[in-house]
């Protein structure tokens, strides 16, 4: 099964970073305030990007790995 990592950006412009196999029902989960805690306060704006990977642990490790990184540095990720 194909996962995807997907990365949302929020109505105070942060970056929320996921997980899902169906990204447009999981942002429509999101801006209906049935998503994450995070997004709940924050509701997404829009999808800044998507990334397919072919299972769930590949997709699971670049989570954590975007996460982790610093919002300057997510950016200029993002923009290439």
């Given at each position: 099964?194909?996962w ?43 999808i ?17 790995l975007?996460?982790r ?12």
């Open positions: 099964m194909t995807f990592l997907y990365v949302l950006e929020c109505s105070d412009g942060s970056l929320y970073t996921g997980i899902t196999v169906d990204v447009e029902a999981r942002f429509a989960a999101h801006r209906a305030g049935k998503g994450a805690r995070y997004t709940r306060s924050r509701p997404p704006t829009r800044v990007a998507i990334v397919e990977y072919p299972d769930r642990s590949s997709a699971s490790k670049a989570e954590s975007v996460k990184m610093p919002l300057p540095r997510k950016a200029r990720v993002l923009r290439t």
